[in-house]
Each structure stands twice: as C-alpha cells, then as structure tokens.
C-alpha cells in the first residue's frame, strides 16, 4: 500500500473538470478513457475488498470508473487526468 492512501480520497476535486492526457482503461469493463476527452468527477468511492479508489466521471454520454489500486503510485491518477482550467476572461 502507497504513503499517499489516506489522500487519495481527494487528490481530485469532485465537480471539476478534467482532461483526459493519454488513453486508460475504465474499469470494470466499458469504454475506455480516450486521450483528450473533457470528463467531469462526480464520486470517489473506496472499495475495500477490491484494495481500490474508484473515481467515477461523468463523460460526454455515459459515466466511466477509473479504478486506482492501493498499490499503484498516485503517479498513475495525475498522469492520466490534467484539471481544466477556465478559459481566460476576454479584456
């Protein structure tokens, strides 16, 4: 198990937006994440007998999990998903 477990439940903020930075799989078995792909975290959830974070997006049409195992290093939930940020006010 990671240092970082206990931060895992807010490493990502819920309502933000993200971009998806290179493809990943979505877990349990469904449509994978897609490099580029603007996704929305809804939940976070810990599912103890799986040894896993969930973190579940809401995509263009569907909902899709991403599964962060206690033993993967944190590395692989911050590489895969980049914050959005606002576009800029106009002047």
Not at 17 to 32: E, T
Not at 50 to 73: M, T
């Amino acid at each position: 198990m990671q240092q970082d477990w206990d931060q895992r439940q807010n490493w990502l903020v819920i309502g933000t937006a993200y971009r998806v930075a290179s493809d990943a799989p979505s877990f349990p078995a469904g449509s994978d994440f897609r490099a580029g792909e603007a996704v929305c975290l809804q939940h976070v959830e810990y599912a103890r007998y799986d040894g896993c974070h969930i973190y579940r997006f809401q995509a263009e049409n569907e909902v899709k999990s991403y599964w962060l195992s206690d033993d993967a290093p944190i590395d692989d939930l911050t590489n895969v998903f980049v914050e959005m940020l606002p576009p800029a006010p106009l002047p």
